[in-house]
């Protein structure tokens, strides 16, 4: 399934646990503000998901 338009993920720092959400494919995998560690997906954060 490829997807076209941006959407939001969450995104956390492994090391200490700092997330953040950005969208993609407009913005670049960030780096942890708090120790400039490589931030890892976590979650995407898709409409109609069920809870």
Avoid: F, H, W
Avoid at 19 to 45: D, Q, W
């Amino acid at each position: 399934m490829q997807r076209d338009k941006t959407e939001p993920i969450q995104v956390q720092c492994p090391k200490c646990r700092y997330t953040m959400i950005i969208y993609i494919p407009l913005e670049a995998m960030p780096r942890c503000p708090e120790c400039n560690t490589s931030m890892v997906i976590k979650e995407l954060l898709d409409e109609g998901k069920s809870t």
